[in-house]
Structures are given as C-alpha cells and as structure tokens.
C-alpha cells in the first residue's frame, strides 16, 4: 500500500473546513471520507499480486557496452492493470529508464525494456520488480515489490583488441608466408628452398645442394603447441588505480591480447588469477573458445585488499604444468612484494620454466619526476625518483634471474607484452 | 568578447530578475520597522520621574513645590499611591498606560483629587467618567480661555504636541485650540479630577517656558500633600488575568491546525514511501596507485629531507646521463665510476669538471632554494648533454 501526494493536498484543504464549521463533526466526518476514499482505492486498483514476471535478453555485455534486458508482465488476474513499474537494478548497472508505465489487460502480458549501460566490471543482478497501481481516485495505491532474477555479466572491455591485427601481421611474418631464417631453440624445421640473395649462408643444406643443382636452404619456422601460462596477481598491489582504472583491469587487456595473439599463433594459453587462493582458473580451453572462457573467468575478478601469497602461487602453477611453459605474470614491481614474496621463489621456476614479469607503470610517476618550480615539486620529483630507482633496481633483480620484465604504461602494456613474446617467438626462446 | 559581454549582462539581468523580488520584500519590511518605530509612542523609563533631573523628568517641579513646603510622595505602585493618598491631598497620576485594571479600581477608590498626565483610554474610562479622547493638537502655545483659578494664573502655557479632550458638559475646558480642550476639570464624586493632555507643562525641559511653570505648580501644588504616582512595569502574571494562547484562540482554529498537522503527516507518509528498494552495492576501493609516492614526497618535505632529495635527484639525473653519454649501464651507481661520468659531462657540456662534479655528487644542499636550484642545474646539464 502507497499513499498519494493527492490525498496529503486533500487532508491540507480540508483544514480551511474547521474554520467554517468549528466543530469535531466536522472534522470527524471529513476523515471518514478520506477513509473511505481510501479504502476504495485500495478496493479499485489494479490486482499487483495477480502480476506474473519472465525475463529474457542479454547476459552478456562487455563494459562500455550497452545491454537491453525485457521483462514480460504477464497479469493472471481478472481486471486491468495500469501501474507504474520500477525494475530495479544495482546503481553501476546503469539501468535506463527508472521507471515506466504499464497497462496490461487481464489474461494479456506487455514487455519492459530496460537498458543497462553498466560503469564496472563484474556481475550485475536484477533486485527485482516493483509495480505501484494507483486506484481510480489517485488517493491510495497497491504496491508491490518481487523478485524477478536476472544475471547480466559485464565482461572487460578488452580495448587493445584494436592492437591484435597488427601483431597477428608481425606474426605472420614469423610463421606464415615469411620464414624464419633463425634457428633456435623453439623453432623446427619446415622446409627446403632455393637460395636467395640474403640468406644466412648457415642455414644452407648442403646435402640437399648436392643432390640438386642448385643451392638449397632450409628453412625454420617457430615451433608450434608451446604452453603459456598467464598469471594475474589480484592482490593488493593490484587495486591501485593507474588513470582512473584499476591496475588489474589494465593487465586483464594485457593478458587478452597476449591470449588472443598466442591462440593464433597455435600456442596454448592458460590463465590462472591468484592472491591467496585461486580466483581463477582457465585451462585446456580450445582454440575457438579460449577468449570467451578467459573474458568469463576475468569479469567477476576484483582486486583482494591482502598481501599475495607467492608461494601458493608458484605451488599452484607447478602443481599443474609439467612441460617447460612461459610463465606471464601479471602483477606490480613493488619492491616489498617482490623481493620479499616472489624472488626467492624465482629459481624454482626459472629452472624450469621461461618467466616473464609484466607490470603497469603509473604515469603519474613520470609527470611528478618532470615537476619543477616550487620546493613542493622539486619534493614530488625526488620522491618519484627514487620510485623509478627502486623500479629500476627491481627490473635489473629480476632480469639476473632470466626473468624477462615488460614495464609500461597502461595504454602501453598490452601492445609491449605481445610484442616481447613476439620477439621471444622470434629467437625462438619458448 | 561580444558574447561574454552579452552573457555577463543576461547573467546579471537573470540575477536581478530571480533577487528584486526578496529585495522587494526586504526593502518594504525595512520601510515597516522604520514607520513602525517612528510611530511608536517615545518616551523613556525616567519621563515624568519626579527624582530625574533628565529632560523629560520633572525633578525641576519637585524641588520648587518642596521649597514652598508641599509634600512630595513619590509612589511606584497604585495600592501604595492609594494608601498614601490623603483625602484633600493631590494625587498625580502618570504613564497610566502600565496601569493594570485592578491598579485603575483600586485608584478609583481613594477620595484624594486627581491630576491625571496624558492619560489612556482605559484610565480615563474609570478615572475620568464622561471624558474621551479627542484628536491631537499640534498647536504648539494656547492661552487658557477659562475660568479656571489655575489656567488663568498661569495665561499662556507651550503645550508642544498634545492630546485634547470631549468632555461632558459641567467640565471645565481650558486651553481648547480649535475645537477641544487641552485641560480639563471635571468633579467626580468629591473630588476633583483634571486630565493634563500634555507632560510639556511638568518636565524639566519645557518648565520654563511661557507660564508652564506656574501652571504646573497651580495644578500639582494647590494643596500641601502631593503624592506622585509613577508606576512601574506590572510584573507578569499578577494580574491573574493573563490567559493562554490556547485560551485566546478560536475553536475552529485549533482545529484548523490539527488538519494542517493531519495533511504534513499523510504528506510525510507518501514522501516516504519509495518505489522500491534503496539498493546497496558493494563499491571497489579506490586507491590510487601514485599514492604512496606523493606520500614519500610529503614526508621529505615535513622532514626537510634535503639531503635524500638531492640524492634521489641526483641518481636519476646520473641514471639519464650515463644512458646518453654511452656509458656502462651499473655506472650510475657506482661511486668508482664518478670521475669517469663528471669527466665525460665536463667534456661534452664544456663546463669544469669541479662545478660538473659539484652538481652530480655534491655534498647536500644548505637550504631548500638551494635544492630548488640544485634541481634546476641537473636539468641543465641533462639538457646540454642531450643537445651537443
């Protein structure tokens, strides 16, 4: 039951009556009729409970997107129902408009079309479904609030996948049309050829020039079916904001495009998402459905205010990789956490494994160290140098132990990461 | 600019358009409050005190009836003014409008004869039967017009702004201006009564003018008791006929109110009624990335950590030169290199090699303009070194 401005306006007129008629009866008798007004509003409107909600529409939306969910109001009763209808979503769903007018006849359903334009990352749930049936004399209402479930989950925008048809072009250099003349470790033979002006005089065949007349090469393509294994750290290094993003969404992109160029290039991809425990985990995905798990497995992840567990993590990932794979890590070069969590635990998997650190550089760093005028910003600049300084430590840390380290700014990361396993690729270092 | 110009001049009209109705307002409630205040009757706590030597007391009057001998009581209160009253005597009555109802029943009961100064209406109901107030008179001086002993002693008195009176016939009407009298006598019972329209006679100010003086002292000091009675403000409540808002309000408008709190509490009821739930989300934690570096900044700075901002500059600026100018890379950092580095930015900057070294390993700066230049030299050199 709701009650109506216009009875709050009507009682308020109904003041000037004691004033002509100075009397409880008066009054008395001009609350029963507002009682019974009431009453039969509440007897005349339409049946809410006699309302019955389906849903239907998108699941799926990527953030930036917009989705558009229906409600069908199927109304079971025997009268008409005219209402007003709020379906409620939480505030970062972005649902549009708040609240419509619906005039279902009895025995008939009427659709509801609500558009979300979600602002974060994650899974947005309908609350529910609220419907208020104002009586034919606007005094009192029926509402009624139910729920009606809905799911929609807001996928990573994945900005960088505008990045992945030029590194797909590198990449064909690599393997398909352009051979690789190289001769490394990941690479394996392909084929047999007519020497050109330019090629390496090492990779010629002689054995195959004897047998033929002319002078023949072989040639060396980057070996296929390797295993990358894509580690984002969602502790609490991660929820800092670089921009207005946080640090985690940004090696989300990253580790998309990575996933996407590697898939192509018939390498397998696993993701696994660790602060303390295991957030997330993708593997032995196919070729075709690699993105999609990976973006559903990512949309849920939210940074943990905890400090990671390295350990577990490297525990984690050893228990599960057998063959030598590369290792991404996704996370921050912060020197507490790394040197005290992840360092020691490096020649673990070094030994084994290639491991690359991937991690997003604050511009903010950068414009402080440039500030100049003031004591305040000559303050800022020595500060953010001796950040970059302690960045600069790391990186050569960790670069002592093989590891290879990939440090940019967010809208850098993705396109330098893809490029350093293109390169990897390339040497045929997988 | 055209446009600005425009928009400052709309803005300002907009601005005008939306305040000159408050202004309006304000400016019409000034207006009031001074009308209001120029109308209220003047006057101070010591008017017509007979102990007050201000221009509106009348210590003046009192001190020359002392001297011919006259008794001067001077009473705060109506049941002690009547007390002190003797039959015969004078009792001038004044500020009559702190009079309460039962201090006018109570002066009606003494025999004393009565000089009543400027009186209201409802002193003049029960003290002065028959006598009502007229128009004012601005007629500043009259001549007395009467037979009365007192008037035609004094000849012209300088009333200055007063009151005049309709009286009954029998009265005696001294003083008329136009059409009615400023002073008059009327016998009440056995005794005299006389309404004074104007205090210009008695007070100090005025006392010297024309024949006020000897109209005051006739009419105060004709007989050899006077007891003056200057009220003071009746205290609240002692009346016990003070009576309640609630009292004095009609039926009807107290049920009017009861409506009108019935209507703002079923208005209260359909605000707050909402269409549905307020929902709660849980937000991320934003924290921003560069946080802790500002917060280092800051703690440099509250500690005046010169020493280790310099060294941080320096560092980098080492970082950034041994990269330009083709040096091993551990080089920055190693203090082993340093002559190397300070040789090779002298050599490429063309400044001595002292003022080089000075610059990337000097010792900390004195004072935090010479940090700030400290940094500006750095830049410098890194700039030289990049353009040569």
Known sequence: MALTGRLGLLAGLGALLPLVLPSWWTLLAFWGALLAGVAADLALAGNVRALAYHRSGD???????????????????????????????????????????????????????????????????????????????????????????????????FPSRRHLSGKLAKLRELTGAHVALIRGQGTEFDSLREYVDGDDVRSIDWRATARRRDVVVRTWRPERDRRIYLVLDTGRTSAGR???????????????????????AGDRVDLLAYDRRVRARVEGASRTDLLPSMVQAMAPLEP??????????????????????????????NPAAIEEGLLPLLPQLTARHLVMVAAVADPRVGEMA???GDLAAVYDAAAAERARADRRRLTAELRSFGVEVVDAPPDEIAPALADAYLALKAAGRL | MVISETTARQVAGRRWRSSRGVLLVVLALAALALALAALRPGGTAQDLDPTSPSDGGTRALAEILKQRGVRLDVARRAGDAAARATPGGTLVVTRTDRLTPTDLGTLQETTA??????????????????????????????????????????????????????????????????????????????????????????????????????????????????VWLIPDLPEPGAEGGERSL??????????????????????????SRRLGPVVAEALPVVVRSAETVEGRSRLYRAHRARDRAAEALRAGARERLVALLGLPRG??????????????????????????????????????????????????????????
């Not at chain 2, 309709?166 to 136009?178: F, K, L």
């Not at chain 2, 049920?255 to 709190?261: A, D, G, K, T």
Request: glycine share 8%; with cysteine; charged share 25%.
């Open chain 1, 59 to 157: 699941t799926n939306v990527r953030l930036g997107e917009r989705a558009a969910v229906t409600l069908t109001v199927e109304n079971r009763g025997r009268r008409r129902v005219k209402a007003v209808l709020r379906d409620v979503w939480p505030p970062s769903a972005g649902a549009s408009p708040r609240t419509t007018r619906i005039d279902v006849p009895a025995g008939e359903a009427r659709r509801v079309e609500t558009a979300l334009a979600p602002t974060r990352r994650g899974d947005r749930e309908a609350v529910g479904v609220v419907v208020r049936s104002v009586g034919p004399l606007g005094l009192a209402a029926r509402q009624l609030s139910r729920p009606a479930p809905w799911r929609v989950r807001v996928l990573p925008a």
């Open chain 1, 242 to 264: 670089v921009g207005d993003i946080p640090r985690l969404d940004c090696s989300m992109d990253a580790a998309l495009l990575l996933g996407a160029l590697a898939s192509r």
């Open chain 1, 304 to 333: 943990e205010l905890i400090e990671s567990d390295a350990a577990g993590m490297v525990s984690a990932l050893l228990s599960r990789v057998r063959q030598r794979c590369l290792v991404v890590l996704l996370t921050e070069l």
């Open chain 1, 370 to 372: 440039g500030a100049r």
């Open chain 2, 113 to 226: 004869n009565l000089v009543l100064v400027t009186p209201d209406r409802h002193a003049l109901e029960s003290l002065a039967p028959g006598v009502r107030r007229a128009e004012p008179s601005f007629e500043e001086t009259d001549v007395p017009g009467c037979a009365l002993p007192a008037a035609v002693a004094a000849g012209r008195v300088e009333f200055g702004q007063a009151q005049t009176y309709e009286v009954p016939s029998g009265a005696t009407r001294c003083y008329v201006g136009d059409r009615f009298p400023r002073l008059v006598e009327i016998a009440d019972g056995g005794r005299t009564v006389t309404v004074l329209g104007s205090a210009a006679p008695l007070v100090n100010r005025s006392l010297a003018e024309e024949g006020n003086a000897a109209l005051a002292m006739n009419l105060v000091g004709a007989r050899p008791h006077v």
């Open chain 2, 246 to 271: 609630g009292d004095l309000l009609p039926f009807g408008v107290k049920l009017f109110f009861l409506e009108l709190i019935v209507a703002v509490a079923l208005a209260a009821l359909w605000r």
């Open chain 2, 331 to 388: 080089a920055a950092a190693d203090p082993e290199a340093a002559p190397q580095i300070v040789a090779a930015v002298a050599a490429r900057t063309g400044r001595d090699e002292p003022f080089v070294g000075e610059a990337l390993y000097g010792p900390e700066p004195v004072d935090d303009a010479a940090l700030v230049r400290l940094t500006d030299l750095l830049d410098d050199l890194e700039r030289q070194v990049r353009q040569s």
